[in-house]
T-cell receptor, first 116, second 113 residues
Framework: AQSVAQPEDQVNVAEGNPLTVKCTYS??????LFWYVQYPNRGLQFLLKYITGDNLVKGSYGFEAEFNKSQTSFHLKKPSALVSDSALYFCAVRDRFSGGYNKLIFGAGTRLAVHP | NAGVTQTPKFQVLKTGQSMTLQCAQD?????MSWYRQDPGMGLRLIHYSVGAGITDQGEVPNGYNVSRSTTEDFPLRLLSAAPSQTSVYFC????????????FGPGTRLLVL
């Protein structure tokens, strides 16, 4: 079965420093990987996705993610963190469900706290 | 476009009561789904629909019913609420193409006493 793991419940980083939010995956076949962000009292917002092609994927708000097949990882990164980046981040992998529906399997989430 | 809308934003129920969570999208998406979000567990799929008139169960369907009479609407019904259904519920929609992203509503926070 497809799965993703986010090993850190929380990541703390100072404003202006680079940030990394980790994600590892377990899939059969080629993975379709996603990152979503959830701000307080809001729904999830799409950040970026990896389907195929370049291992470095660029997304919204200056975020990027690096797909590493040998390490089965898809870490989210940003060169310089902002306080406004503080939120809950979810890694997800697409799984083919019954009837052809392609559901997302989410990790447990990592809370990012950026301190001034 | 309003995107994906959900009502109500917050609801308190007593055990045994029933209610319907509303979800609508104006993007003409074929796929719609309901997730519940619980601390430390990410989002889990409750029910989904691949088009009007077609619904199916997700990972945690017990205690919930859905219907899809139109492309736009996908209501979630709790027939007899239980405290274990206290959660935040998100509706999502996407195009048929499996590579497309899902668009999420703002969520409904449900408390069952």
């Amino acid at each position: 079965a497809q799965s993703v793991a986010q090993p850190e419940d929380q990541v703390n980083v100072a404003e202006g420093n680079p940030l990394t939010v980790k994600c590892t995956y377990s899939v059969s076949g080629n993975p379709y990987l996603f990152w979503y962000v959830q701000y307080p009292n809001r729904g999830l917002q799409f950040l970026l996705k990896y389907i195929t092609g370049d291992n470095l994927v660029k997304g919204s708000y200056g975020f990027e993610a690096e797909f590493n097949k040998s390490q089965t990882s898809f870490h989210l990164k940003k060169p310089s963190a902002l306080v406004s980046d503080s939120a809950l981040y979810f890694c997800a992998v697409r799984d083919r469900f019954s009837g052809g529906y392609n559901k997302l399997i989410f990790g447990a989430g990592t809370r990012l706290a950026v301190h001034p | 476009n309003a995107g994906v809308t959900q009502t109500p934003k917050f609801q308190v129920l007593k055990t045994g009561q029933s209610m319907t969570l509303q979800c609508a999208q104006d993007m003409n998406h074929e796929y719609m789904s309901w997730y519940r979000q619980d601390p430390g567990m990410g989002l889990r799929l409750i029910h989904y629909s691949v088009g009007a008139g077609i619904t199916d169960q997700g990972e945690v369907p017990n205690g919930y019913n859905v219907s899809r009479s139109t492309t736009e609407d996908f209501p979630l019904r709790l027939l007899s609420a239980a405290p274990s259904q206290t959660s935040v519920y998100f509706c999502a929609s996407s195009y048929y193409d499996s590579k497309e992203t899902q668009y999420f509503g703002p969520g409904t926070r449900l408390l069952v006493l």
